[in-house]
C-alpha cells in the first residue's frame, strides 16, 4: 500500500513524503485504515516495525477532518521519557505542514520545564505524548482538559505493565471522556495484555505483525569504536574497498554536510542528500548516484526509506539508527536483485544500548570486526554499562567467544 492511496490531507502527506515514506510497512498498511474507520485496535507490533506513524498518521488526519473544540484530541501514553521524546520528534515532522500540535509530556526535569508543560497544555495543544506519572500530576493539578479528548494511545503497553503502570494507566483513564478510540499496541500478548484490554477497548480489531528480517544475501559487520575514530574508519573503509556505489547513513543533516565536505577534501566522488536540499536537486544527486557517476551518497535517517537504488555495493551506518525497522531497511539497499551485499554499521559508547535492542530484534548478534591497528584501540561492547575513562582491549576470552562462528569480511 501506497501512502498515497489513503487521500490524505495534502500537508500531511507532505510531511510524510519529507520524510521519505512512500510504502506503508505491514502494521501501518493493516493499522492505518481501521484507524480512519474508527475501530479500537489491538496490535502486537514490536519496536522498529512502524508502529509510530501506524498511529500517528490516521491520528493526524482525522483531527484535520475533525478539529472539534479547543483542548487536548489525543493522549499518547509511554514507558519512558526517551521514547516520548521520540515519538513527539517524529510527529513534529509528520505534522510540519499541517496545523496540529503536540508536546512530550515527562518526569525528571526541572520546575521550568513542567510550568511549560502546563501553560502549553492549558492553552491548548492537540496531542501530548507523555510518561504515566508525569500526565497524572498535570491531571491531579487541573492543568489538562481532556473534555474534547477522541483518541487513547497505549504504546508498548506490555512494557508499561512489566515496570507496574497499570494501576497509573487506569487512574488516567478515569479522566478521560467514555466516547473515545482506544489504540494498543504491544510487543507481545501476555494475559495481563488481554486483561488489559477487555476493560480498555471497545470490540477491537486484532492485528498481529511478524517482525520483518535482513535478507540472507546481507553481510552485517559492526565495529565498536570511539566516536571520534568514526570517520577515520570510514575513509580507510573506502579507500581499501575500491566500490562502484557506497551509500553512507548520518543521524543529522548537519553531519551530512560536515562529512560530505571531508571526504571531497580528502579526494572522494560524494553528494549529500537530505531535507535541506529541494526536490530538483535531491532528483539530480539520486540520478547521478544511480547512474553510478557518483561513488558515494551521503542521507540523513529522515530520509532513508525514500531511497531506493539498486546494485550498491555498501552501506554504512556511519551512526547506529534509532529502530531496528530503520536498520533493517537501510541495510536492505545493498542486497537487490541477485546481487550480495555488504552493511557496516559504527557503534560507539553512546549508541550500544540503542545497538543492542537492534540486535535483538533481528534476534541475534552481529559480527563485531576488529579496528584496524591504525585506527587505534576499541571499548569494550558492554551494552547497558558505558566504559568510563578507559581504552581497553577487550579480554582474550570475550575475543576468544566472539570469533567462534563468526563470517569472514570479503
Known sequence: MKFGDLNLDPGL???????????????????????LEGK???????????????????VIQKIIDNPGDKGVKALVIVPTRELAIQIDQHMEALSYFTNVSSIAVYGGTDGVLYSKEKNV??????????????????????????????????DEADRMLDMGFYTDIMKIISFLPEKRQNLLFSATMPPKIKELA????????????????????????AYVLFEKQKLSLLKYIIKSKHLRSTLIFCSTKIKAKQMAGDLKNA??????????????????????FRAKTLGILVATDILSRGIDIEDIDLVVNYD???????????????????????AITFVSQDEQNRFASIEKL?????????LPDHIGESPEYNPGRYMKGGNKRRSSRKQSFRNKGRRKMR
Open 13 to 35: 502527506f507532505e510531511g510524510i513524503q519529507t520524510m521519505g515514506f512512500d510504502i506503508a510497512t505491514p502494521v501501518q498498511e493493516k493499522t492505518i485504515p481501521v484507524i
Open 40 to 58: 479500537d485496535i489491538i496490535a502486537s507490533a514490536q519496536t522498529g516495525t512502524g508502529k509510530t506513524a501506524a498511529y500517528l498518521i490516521p
Open 121 to 154: 497544555m492549558s492553552g491548548g495543544i492537540d496531542i501530548v505524548i507523555a510518561t504515566p506519572g508525569r500526565v497524572i500530576t498535570h491531571l491531579n493539578m487541573g492543568n489538562v482538559n481532556m473534555k474534547s479528548l477522541k483518541y487513547f494511545i497505549l
Open 198 to 221: 477487555r476493560k480498555v477497548l471497545n470490540a477491537p480489531e486484532e492485528i498481529n505483525i511478524a517482525v520483518a528480517r535482513p535478507v540472507d544475501k546481507v553481510l552485517q559487520v
Open 267 to 288: 579526494g572522494f566522488s560524494v553528494e549529500d542528500i537530505h531535507s535541506d536540499l529541494d526536490q530538483k536537486t535531491r532528483e539530480k544527486v539520486l540520478k547521478s
Open 320 to 342: 547506529v539508527p534509532n529502530d531496528g525497522e530503520d536498520y533493517i531497511h537501510r541495510i536492505g539497499r545493498t542486497a537487490r536483485a541477485e546481487s550480495d551485499g555488504v
Open 362 to 370: 533481528l534476534g541475534e548478534p552481529v559480527f563485531k570486526a576488529r
